[in-house]
């Protein structure tokens, strides 16, 4: 079982810049697919940013690309998102997530449903 404990949401003005951190526990860290989701209340939840177990580039969803970086750290069984120019709309909760990635390389990242594993969400809130 993989326990996911996230931080580093707050409260900040638009144009400005949080760092969220998801621990993951060590044991299976570098097997991991590695995402970053998020909801607001009453909507679906969102494909954000994610890295797969073996590395490489990251994925975005285009409303972040550009501003969002996602990096994963195997040494501290950490991963990383680095949010600048945050506007209103990035304002949610933000989960991070996991799934058994090796060998299911040709799984899609952007689909929540296919990660087993989840944080307990850390709140951004963008204000105007």
């Known amino acids: 079982q993989v326990q996911l404990v996230e931080s580093g949401g707050g409260l900040v003005q638009a144009g400005g810049s949080l760092r969220l951190s998801c621990s993951a526990s060590?044991?299976?860290?570098?097997?991991?697919?590695m995402g970053w989701f998020r909801q607001t209340p009453g909507k679906e939840r969102e494909f954000v940013s994610g890295i797969r177990w073996i590395g490489g580039s990251p994925y975005y969803a285009d409303s972040v690309e550009g501003r969002f970086t996602a990096s994963r750290d195997y040494a501290k069984n950490t991963l990383y998102l680095q949010m600048n120019s945050l506007n209103p709309d990035d304002t949610a909760m933000y989960y991070c997530?996991?799934?058994?990635?090796?060998?299911?390389?040709?799984?899609?990242?952007?689909?929540?449903?296919?990660?087993?594993?989840w944080g307990q969400g850390t709140q951004v809130t963008v204000s105007s």
């Open positions: 997530a996991a799934r058994l990635g090796a060998g299911g390389d040709g799984i899609s990242m952007f689909t929540g449903d296919t990660y087993a594993y």
């Open positions: 060590a044991r299976v860290f570098s097997t991991l697919d």
